[in-house]
């Protein structure tokens, strides 16, 4: 048994394999953020989602996250769009990676508003790729020092994003696996019909079986398909499937990059010679081409490695128990949201709520209705709609607005409506409790009224 | 690679056991009749039937206003006032029929804002009044044009139509304020046929084939802002003025057409406008979508429920009395309590419909997951 264990880590650990995929998810990964990154840009995000609102929803913990003032957001902005070009053409690489890392997970700090899967995921990616030479080949780095160069690396540094990525998928698929998702088909039987003006296909996506087709599909998809990719028998199938199954998702949805995103770094999943290849291909395109240079092994200090392997069992340890923490929590995950983030839940719900604050002076007994829209855009305001911690956020908010216009200790309730998967919209949160005097943290809200109450 | 597989599915049923308690929707899974609800023929019906017969009536009497301002102005007599007032009355009630498309043409030259933006400053307009210059285009000058503007020079200049008159005729700024008044009409009035115009010209055709739902196509920006209109007023024709942002501190003075005294018949031909594009006037609308994707609500259908809140929020209008601002004063709970129903069919439209339709409610634009 020890035997075997033994031969197991050698294999997906420490066996040399050929560095060609890291250069390779060096190159996808690189190009990817850049486009997503001037994309972003060109949308005029940075003004609208940033710049504009003067209150923004930061995590919990994370209040000294701050929008930087003037031009500072560009800057950030200058230095991803930098640091992406640097990681793709491998100049510089640990500095531009690790800077990337920083500087896009300070953006995604900023306000939870802007909050998606995808860019978390981004973040993970990135951190990731700090703790592997995916610079030792086919790169500026070694153009400019080619005895840097290296052409075999332990199997670790590949498998760690193949382990990440079929963690996303699975607990994506198991997270579909629930009444909503599989027997009610909800919320595809709100929004495929929504795309029935789709050319040829549109017809098909009002109808009712469709939709639990998609639903079925896309559950069996995001479970196996990481096993799938693993595969040498299913791997080209698989990785058919993930281009099908990406490109229609984005089709049908608003959803951004993200299938372009998938698409590129499960090419990880293929094997040596198919990076080798892409390589040779991307060198016949370029001028001037790294020679070649003899079979030479990565090899690092043994203290570097053990701290390598803390960090990277640790961050493991906490992707597997992220998605499951939810469970401490009492009543419906997708009505509470309480461990909803960070967990691979995607496409889950249509929820969509309205909320009106008032504020109270308790001296005078009078209150007033507070006009969302005066301090928060509508993104904002719609996100917050339907999420407690949001809800709170803000409440404090109107709380210390309004001590500023001198009123003490104002009391801040809401009346707010829900609606979850098309059950109609009912009260979400206690009206009559005192928002301003609740403490965020990570204990349940006992002021969130249950789903099923009447 | 077997093992692995058996273990996956062993996750899995444990997870689906664990995470399965409950369901969402209280809708049963049931089929349609298998076609897809035709929104073309929807945005058809709406603007063939609603949005441009509403814009030719205020257009037309736009440019009867405006007339009748430029016959008042050669001849500022008694009668002619009248004849402006209740052209301007026509007007500001066609108004309402249009405010809600603030999309494509409207959008463009920000026709809402730059017609109806109220309350009106008084100040404002008489500095340029006389100054005798002013630039339309200022943002300041927003609450010193428009209808709300006018609804001050024809009806607030003074206490009765005689003193109303003076200001035209004998007082000292009566040839700049005349210049004022005509300036303002005929800002309205092109305005008016700008839009008009590129709805009859070309817009009419694009907005009837952009029948995708996403964030730009027809419907959604069509449900969009009918709800941010709606909202509007709700908050601005009723709760402002009610004193329902302020502690309870009546601000009778910011309704809309406080000088006319017309604001509660403004207020219920408004909403008589939402309740009419909702239901495509007697042809396919958003009630027929509602119906068509069986939304649900409170174990009824949410049509329904739409349908009653609607007739609730005009029974409570019916009950209020012109001059509205007097009302606010003399029972400020009817109104208020108004204010409350209105805010119940806010939660229906912008939460149950739009949910219901699969439809992006940004304004904005954005990305999901």
């Known amino acids: 048994m020890s035997n075997s264990a033994s031969a197991y880590f050698n294999r997906w650990v420490k066996a040399p394999v050929h560095i060609a995929p890291l250069a390779v998810l060096r190159i996808a990964f690189g190009s990817i953020m850049l486009v997503s990154t001037i994309r972003f840009i060109l949308k005029g995000w940075i003004e609208s989602f940033y710049i504009k609102p003067t209150f923004h929803f930061t995590f919990y913990g994370f209040d000294w996250v701050k929008v930087p003032p003037g031009v500072g957001m560009y800057l950030l902005f200058g230095l991803l769009v930098a640091t992406a070009i640097m990681v793709t053409i491998g100049l510089c690489y ?78 994506a698929g198991l997270s579909k696996l629930n009444y909503d998702w599989m027997i009610a088909a909800m919320p595809l039987r709100i929004w495929l019909p929504a795309s029935s003006s789709l050319p040829i296909i549109g017809g098909l996506l009002a109808q009712t079986w469709v939709a639990y087709a998609f639903s079925w599909f896309g559950a069996m998809f995001d479970i196996f398909i990481g096993f799938l990719l693993l595969s040498k028998r299913y791997r080209k199938l698989g990785y058919a499937l993930v281009v099908v199954f990406h490109l ?35 060198k016949m395109l370029l001028p001037k081409a790294g020679h070649y240079v003899a079979a030479k092994d990565y090899r690092l200090p043994a203290f570097q490695s053990r701290f390598i392997y803390t960090v990277l069992v640790i961050h493991f340890i906490i992707q597997t128990i992220l998605p499951f923490r939810f469970l401490l929590y009492p009543g419906k995950l997708y009505w509470t949201e309480e461990g909803y983030r960070f967990s691979w839940r995607v496409m889950l719900m ?25 301090y928060l855009n509508n993104f904002q305001e719609t996100q917050m709609s339907t999420q407690p911690d949001m809800i709170l956020q803000f409440a404090h908010f109107l709380a210390a607005e309004y001590e500023k216009k001198g009123i003490k200790n104002p009391i801040v309730t809401a009346d707010s409506y829900v609606t979850l998967n098309g059950s109609g919209s009912k009260l979400y949160i206690d009206s009559t409790v005192n928002l301003a005097t609740q403490q965020e943290g990570f204990g349940h809200k006992k002021w969130i009224r249950p789903f099923n109450s009447k | 690679m077997k093992k692995i597989a058996f273990l996956v599915l062993i996750a899995a049923s444990t997870f689906t056991l664990i995470q399965s308690c409950s369901k969402s929707g209280n809708s049963t899974p049931d089929k349609n009749n298998g076609s897809s609800f035709d929104r073309g023929a929807m945005l058809t019906n709406i603007s063939t039937n609603i949005i441009l017969p509403g814009y030719t009536a205020y257009q037309a009497d736009a440019v009867t206003l405006d007339a009748a301002v430029t016959t008042f102005n050669t001849t500022p007599n008694a009668i002619n006032l009248t004849a402006a007032q209740n052209a301007f009355i026509a007007t500001y009630k066609a108004w309402q029929s249009v405010s809600m498309y603030e999309f494509g043409p409207a959008a463009a030259i920000q026709l809402q804002v730059n017609t109806n933006t109220f309350p009106a ?233 739009t949910s219901s339709l699969g439809i992006l409610i940004t304004f904005g634009d954005n990305d999901g997951d």
């Open chain 1, 248 to 282: 229609a998702t984005g089709l049908l949805f608003k959803i951004g990059m993200f299938p372009y995103i998938m698409i590129f770094v499960t090419i990880i999943f293929f094997s040596e010679k198919t990076h080798i290849k892409l390589i040779n291909f991307l």
């Open chain 1, 350 to 374: 249509e929820k969509g709520g309205t909320i009106f604050f008032h504020v109270k002076d308790p001296a005078t007994g009078r209150r007033s209705e507070i006009i969302n829209a005066q």
């Open chain 2, 121 to 353: 400053s008084v100040d404002v307009i008489n500095a340029n009044i006389t100054s005798g210059t002013y630039n339309p285009a200022l943002l300041s000058n927003l609450p010193a044009k428009g209808l709300p503007a006018l609804d001050y020079l024809l009806f607030g200049t003074g206490a009765d139509n005689t003193a109303i008159l003076a200001q035209y005729t004998t007082d000292s700024q009566a040839a700049h304020r005349k210049t004022y008044l005509a300036t303002l009409t005929t800002e309205v009035k092109t305005n008016a046929t700008t839009v008009l115009n590129q709805w009859t010209a070309s817009y009419k055709t694009t907005f009837a084939s952009n029948t995708g739902t996403d964030a730009g196509s027809s419907t959604s920006l069509l449900v969009n802002q009918l709800i941010y209109d709606y909202e509007n007023l709700k908050n601005y024709e009723i709760g402002v003025p009610a004193g329902v942002q302020t502690s309870g501190q009546a601000l009778p003075a910011k309704v809309q057409a406080y000088y006319s005294k017309i604001s509660l018949a403004l207020a219920k031909l408004h909403l008589q406008a939402v309740q009419n594009l909702y239901m495509g006037a007697s042809g396919q609308g958003l009630d027929d979508y509602l119906v068509f994707v069986k939304a649900q609500y409170n174990g009824g259908s949410l049509n329904d429920a739409i349908t009653a809140q609607f007739a609730t929020s005009l029974a409570k209008l019916n009950g209020l009395t012109d001059p509205l601002s007097a009302n606010i004063i003399s029972n400020q709970a009817a109104v208020t309590a108004t204010y409350t129903e209105l805010q119940k069919l806010t939660v229906l439209l912008k939460t149950d419909m």
């Open chain 1, 94 to 171: 640990r500095f531009a990676i690790t800077a990337f890392f920083l500087c896009f997970t300070y953006v995604e700090l900023l306000d939870k508003t802007t909050y998606l899967n995808h860019y978390y995921f981004i973040s993970v990616m990135a951190f990731l790729m700090i703790w592997v030479p995916a610079h030792r080949y086919f790169s500026v780095d070694v153009l400019i020092s080619p005895n840097k160069t290296i052409s075999r690396v332990p199997a670790w540094t590949i498998n760690i994003f193949k382990l990440q990525l079929l963690m996303v998928y699975f607990f």
